[in-house]
Structure formats: C-alpha cells, structure tokens
Nanobody
C-alpha cells in the first residue's frame, strides 16, 4: 500500500507562485516515478510534470515549461511542484500520483493517487 497526501494548494493572483507538496508513505520502495496531474472543471485530466525517484529524470507538459519545476526529496519521500508565473488557466485540482513500473512519465497509467489539492488562480 502507498498513500499520497498533497498540500500547498490555494488561491493566488495571476503571476503569483505556489509550491505543492506530496508526501508518500507505506511501501514507498515500490515507487518508480511520481508525477502531478491536474483536472479543471469540464476538462480532461492532463499531465503536468513527473520525476523518477532514483535518477531524477523529469518531464513537463508544454504548457508549464519554464514556469513549473518538479523536484523530490527521497529521504522525506516527498515530491514538490514549484509553480511560478501562474495563469488563470492553471486553475484545477492537482493530483499527486505514483507508479511502480518503468515507463514514459507522461503516460496516465499511474498506480497510486492522492486526494487532490485545489489551485485557483485569479485574474
């Protein structure tokens, strides 16, 4: 069992910043990669950023490149998403996810999901 708990969401003005955190617990040794997905109202779920736990390879969606940074602290079993230059279109529920198998980070077949944290960006 792996449990993921997100924190750090909130309300911010356009151009502002937020830092999301995701703490993993349980059988974390089984995790290959962790990522952030998001879903806005009426929109499909989409990949935001991902990172492997060992080497730290990263992947980003085009719409966040240059603005968001994913990082990890393996000693704390925690992954972060630093979000800068936020835009109203970034408003969504952000989910921390993890998976056990090697693969392309941008795939959506993650095994474990957090409860989600709301990010709202006002104009």
């Amino acid at each position: 069992q792996v449990q993921l708990v997100e924190s750090g969401g909130g309300l911010v003005q356009a151009g502002g910043s937020l830092r999301l955190s995701c703490a993993a617990s349980g059988r974390t040794f089984n995790i290959y990669a962790m990522a952030w997905l998001r879903q806005a109202p009426g929109k499909e779920r989409e990949f935001v950023a991902g990172i492997t736990r060992s080497i730290g390879n990263t992947a980003y969606a085009n719409f966040v490149k240059g603005r968001f940074t994913i990082s990890r602290d393996n000693a704390k079993n925690t992954v972060y998403l630093q979000m800068n230059s936020l835009k109203p279109e970034d408003t969504a529920v952000y989910y921390c996810v993890a998976r056990k198998t090697i693969g392309v980070l941008t795939n959506s077949d993650y095994d474990y999901w957090g409860q989600g944290t709301q990010v709202t960006v006002s104009s």
